[in-house]
């Protein structure tokens, strides 16, 4: 169970430093201007993007916020990590700019299955301690 939630906060710390801090300071800078029109997208849907990524990150790292909110935060990110490969494969070919959102996706979905198990975990706990006071 330790290892489980050390595994899970490191996943979670990584991708909100990556997708939620790192686009909050930089989203605004010439080179992510650059990146976005280099893809072929219009330039309001990198703050777009830059707005989704920071609520979803905020989503994912605070522990209050559970169920739907949470799954449709990684849902979001799943649809990010996918459509930025896809995107950077499409304009650029196999390169670095492609894996990478793919590593990330991993690092997701290392979260979210440590994320799930800890929640059953806890859903066992309580259900167990209902049986003992009933």
């Known amino acids: 169970m330790k290892s489980t939630r050390i595994t899970y906060w490191t ?23 650059q990146g976005i029109s280099h893809l072929g997208y219009p330039d309001y849907f990198r703050v777009l993007l830059t ?9 994912l790292i605070v522990p209050a ?3 739907r909110l949470k799954e449709w935060a990684y849902a979001g990110f799943t649809f ?6 896809i995107s950077h494969w499409a ?16 690092i997701l979905a290392l ?7 800890l929640q059953n975990k806890a859903k066992a706990a309580t259900y167990s301690n209902l049986a003992v006071q009933h």
């Open 80 to 85: 990010n990590f996918l459509c930025a490969a």
């Open 111 to 117: 979260s979210y299955f440590c994320y799930h198990k």
């Open 11 to 33: 996943a979670t710390i990584i991708i909100f430093l990556l997708d939620g801090v790192l686009p909050a300071l930089t989203s605004h800078t010439d080179m992510a201007r």
């Open 65 to 67: 916020l559970k169920g």
């Open 91 to 106: 304009v650029d070919g196999l390169g670095g700019d492609t894996l990478f959102p793919l590593v990330a996706l991993g």
């Open 51 to 59: 707005a989704f990524k920071i609520t979803g990150a905020v989503i």
